[in-house]
């Protein structure tokens, strides 16, 4: 549903008036407080599965979200227990899986199978609930309207629980997703941490997905960490700095989708993707200069340019 259906006013072009305008609806204080939160979370959550090259797991986890919901729905309960009923056991059959996130051809041949099987029943579980015909555009591209307060406290206390998870586990999960040879080496529990990993994935996107959708989760989940990776190397800048592009590109995806008739999943994905192409073009062209200097530095100088030598050195 487009924000604009409840907008009052049109974009006046002064963004202090637009803005008190906006956030004299208290949906829209909600809708900025989820996203600010889902943002975060899915950045932090994100920077590890950005780094580990888990990519396809994620993908796989927020389309198995969808027939969670659906069939929640279908049996009477609420569809957020599909979402973390689906999204958590899906993740652990993922790291049942020999070699899950490593980019093996049989793990991910067998995940891309579950996962289409996984989402032909979810759309079999619509056609079931015949009267939840209308409602497969908010489970596959959320929805941002309606959250009430205490959801807002609900997708905090998760985030929360998450993150200090997360946080507990990042020293040695960074060094297990560097390099895994020499940690296991260490000692460290490579395997365990991968499942504990996939887990707190599962559960991020669970969260993530009752507000974005199973489909647009991907979005907040991978583009604002790959953006900050591209920006730097350095984790203790490039993980905050997804979180800031997360939380940057949701609040401008709502605000621009208030004043639109077009949904705020499009500018949310569209936001992302153009900081993504932004960051990648400043990148090479960062190497680009960095090659020609290298290339002028190496290139033998002509002898009016080289440094005159004393002439006593000359003699020696």
């Known amino acids: 549903m487009p924000l604009a259906d409840a907008a009052t006013a049109p974009w006046s072009w002064n963004p202090l008036t637009d803005v008190q305008l906006m956030w004299s609806y208290p949906f829209m204080v909600n809708a900025f407080r989820a996203g600010a939160v889902i943002a975060v979370l899915a950045a932090a959550v994100g920077w590890f599965v950005v780094l580990r090259r888990q990519t396809f797991a994620a993908h796989t986890l927020a389309v198995v979200g969808f027939p969670g919901a659906s069939g929640a729905v279908l049996v009477g309960v609420a569809a957020g227990y599909g979402y973390f009923a689906f999204c958590l056991a899906a993740a652990v059959v993922i790291a049942l899986i020999p070699g899950a996130g490593q980019g093996r051809g049989e793990e991910s041949a067998l995940t891309g199978t579950v996962q289409a099987f996984l989402l032909a029943c979810g759309f079999l579980f619509v056609a079931l609930y015949k009267g939840f015909l209308g409602g497969v555009n908010a489970l596959l591209f959320g929805s941002f309207l309606g959250i009430s307060d205490g959801q807002v406290v609900l997708l905090a206390v998760v985030a929360a629980v998450v993150l200090a998870a997360l946080a507990a586990v990042g020293r040695p999960l960074l060094f297990a997703s560097v390099d895994t040879s020499v940690a296991a080496a260490r000692g460290v529990p490579v395997r365990a941490l991968s499942t504990v990993f996939l887990v707190l994935l599962g559960a991020a996107t669970a969260e993530a997905s009752q507000i974005t959708g199973s489909l647009l989760v991907f979005a907040l989940l991978v583009m604002p960490a790959a953006t900050a990776q591209l920006l730097s190397a350095r984790p203790v800048v490039s993980l905050p700095l997804g979180m800031l592009i997360g939380v940057a590109v949701s ?21 992302a993707f153009g900081a993504y192409v932004l960051a990648r073009l400043w990148r090479s062209a960062r190497t680009a200069r960095s090659s020609r200097a290298a290339a002028g530095e190496d290139r033998p100088r002509p002898a009016a340019e080289r440094p005159a030598v004393p002439a006593g050195r000359a003699a020696a």
């Open 251 to 271: 609040w401008l995806g709502l605000t621009a989708a208030y004043f639109s008739p077009y949904p705020v999943g499009f500018y949310v994905t569209s936001f």
